[in-house]
């Protein structure tokens, strides 16, 4: 570096202190808290982390001009943490710029309202989307009051229906009779479906001899006395031997009313 070089920057450097002292003479005059409380919170959060930041780094200059290795002095570490500040303050100015530019939804609508209350084609608009509104409303009310209504009205005529049942039941003696005609009328069906089943022909063919008639006609079906076996009993069944079918014995009184024929 050339002296006529150094001469210069040294020359500048002074004037840069002496407008340095200019500017933080008010500061020096009154202490630093009296001066702080006039602040907001945020503005006093800066002026304390930027005079500490000052102060640190004026030391740190000092000991490099020393010929101290100031990266291993405990100034260094201090620097590091007062930047940490730095965004700090930083986040929070972003963070409260992003609160403000949100939109309040209810204070533009009361904006709009108001700027087109003078407006009568929308006032007109309004009213009738309103009128709409209020009749779609009590359509709706009337559909839900005339079909509990007629929920009602088949409410009690259910029940008419069924004290009249109730009447006609309280009789003992039109009950037992009704019951007496419904197990001869059952009585009846039976008796005409087994005349029925014997005076049908064995087959719709045309006749081509003589045929046994023993085999043409179906087996009387009879039902057995005997009551129906408990699932313990069948099961107990099982475990002695298999049960005998039943159309072994069809086959076997089959077979002994052609040999009594």
Not at 29 to 47: F, G, H, Q, V, Y
Not at 50 to 58: C, G, N, Q
Not at 190 to 197: H, M, N, S, V
């Amino acid at each position: 570096m050339d002296t006529e070089d150094l001469h210069s920057l040294v020359e500048d450097l002074g004037a840069d202190i002496d407008d340095l002292e200019t500017s933080l003479a008010p500061l020096f005059k009154t202490a630093l808290s009296s001066n702080s409380s006039k602040l907001p919170l945020l503005d006093k959060a800066k002026l304390y982390v930027l005079a500490t930041y000052a102060v640190e780094s004026m030391l740190f200059s000092a000991l490099r001009l020393n010929g101290v290795d100031a990266k291993t002095h405990p100034v260094f570490q201090e620097l590091s943490r007062v930047k940490e500040y730095f965004a700090k303050i930083k986040a929070a100015e972003t963070a409260g710029a992003k609160r403000n530019a949100t939109l309040d939804k209810e204070a533009a609508g009361r904006f709009i309202k108001h700027g087109l209350a003078g407006n009568e084609k929308y006032d007109r608009e309004r009213a009738e989307r309103e009128a709409k509104e209020k009749a779609r409303a009590k359509r709706k009310l009337e559909d839900m009051q005339f079909s509990v209504g007629s929920h009602t009205r088949f409410a009690g005529a259910a029940k008419r229906m069924r004290a009249a049942d109730g009447e006609g039941s309280s009789n003992p003696q039109s009950e037992a009779e009704s019951t007496v005609d419904r197990k001869a009328a059952k009585e009846k069906r039976k008796q005409e479906a087994r005349l029925a089943r014997q005076g049908e022909p064995a087959s719709t063919g045309t006749d081509d001899g003589p045929r046994n008639t023993a085999d043409t006609t179906e087996p009387e079906i009879t039902t057995s006395s005997r009551p129906p076996r408990t699932y313990g009993e069948t099961f107990k069944a099982l475990l002695e031997g298999p049960l005998p079918k039943v159309e072994d014995k069809r086959r076997k009184k089959k077979r002994k009313s052609r040999d009594a024929k």
